[in-house]
């Protein structure tokens, strides 16, 4: 098994208040067969039959499952805030793509506008929405190689080389975006983390054997913590699904801003003869 169950998409997808209620009952439930069942048939109903189990073997384990769990947790934080700085990379890059083109007087820069507010409008209506459930890292994208097309198209000089130059950051940007959307972390992983959390808490169990009130007591309290790792691990495991989700806040904006240029182009191509021959012989791929 290489690939965790669907059904695990759809848990992180949960709001946080749901998700985390959903974690104290599961290891809530945990913790009550360990302490209505698992240690008076290991230990007695009187917690005798074992003996005394030293503290430290349980705190070994505990402690196993702490750096496991910190071990996990560092990647997955530095995989989220890789994500948002690619985000705003491929964002800033088209947006000084953008002001470069309007600054631009040439013949080329309605074609490069209109190119550029359709490749921005693909990113945001389209491919974003598709990175939650994103299998590999590859998605066809015609308006980004019409931008491209229409970069390449450019007689050489400063304006060719600036425009080339910042499709190159948005692509690599976008390439980083996909490759994390398309990781996923491997199931052993999982498994191995809630195995320790299991012997976590039969051991903590089994050091109050003889106290049921004071056994339910740590149980509980030991549940509680778990959870809250695990809140932490799914919140973040997956920069592109559930809450905390990384949204394309700065490519919405710009794709606003680039709508009056994406409107404006069919009307030039219909007023100019030229320009409707040109459009025929290439077809438009904007979204209206």
Not at 169 to 197: D, K, N, S, Y
Request: net charge neutral; proline share 7%.
């Amino acid at each position: 098994m290489t690939r965790l169950p669907a059904c695990f998409d759809s848990i992180l997808a949960l709001p946080m208040p749901v998700l985390t209620l959903l974690l104290l009952a599961y290891w809530g439930c945990f913790a009550w067969v360990v302490h209505r069942h698992l240690v008076p048939w290991i230990a007695g109903r009187e917690g005798k039959r074992l003996g005394r189990l030293e503290a430290e073997v349980p705190a070994q384990i505990g402690l196993a499952f702490g750096l496991l769990i910190s071990f996990i947790a560092i990647p997955v934080w530095e995989q989220h805030s890789l994500a948002e700085e690619a985000a705003r990379t491929e964002a800033a890059a088209y947006r000084e793509m953008a002001e470069a083109i309007e600054d631009e007087s040439t013949p080329e820069a309605a074609t490069l506008q209109a190119a550029l507010a359709a490749a921005v409008g693909f990113l945001v209506a389209e491919e974003w929405p598709q990175l939650a459930h994103l299998l590999t890292p590859r998605i066809a994208a015609q308006p980004l190689r019409d931008l491209r097309v229409a970069i390449h198209a450019l007689p050489e000089g400063a304006f060719h080389t600036e425009l080339h130059e910042l499709y190159r950051q948005a692509a690599t940007a976008r390439e980083t975006r996909l490759r994390i959307a398309a990781t996923r972390p491997p199931p052993a992983r999982w498994g191995i983390v809630g195995v320790l959390a299991i012997l976590t808490l039969l051991g903590v169990g089994l050091i109050h054997a003889d106290s049921r009130r004071a056994r339910r007591l740590a149980l509980g309290m030991v549940a509680v913590g778990i959870s809250c790792c695990f809140v932490i691990l799914f919140a973040y495991t997956r920069p592109y699904l559930g809450q905390f989700a990384i949204r394309p806040l700065d490519l919405e904006v710009l794709a606003t801003d680039l709508a009056p240029h994406a409107e404006r182009e069919p009307a030039r191509v219909a007023a100019n003869p030229a320009t409707r021959l040109e459009a025929v012989q290439r077809p438009s791929t904007l979204k209206r």
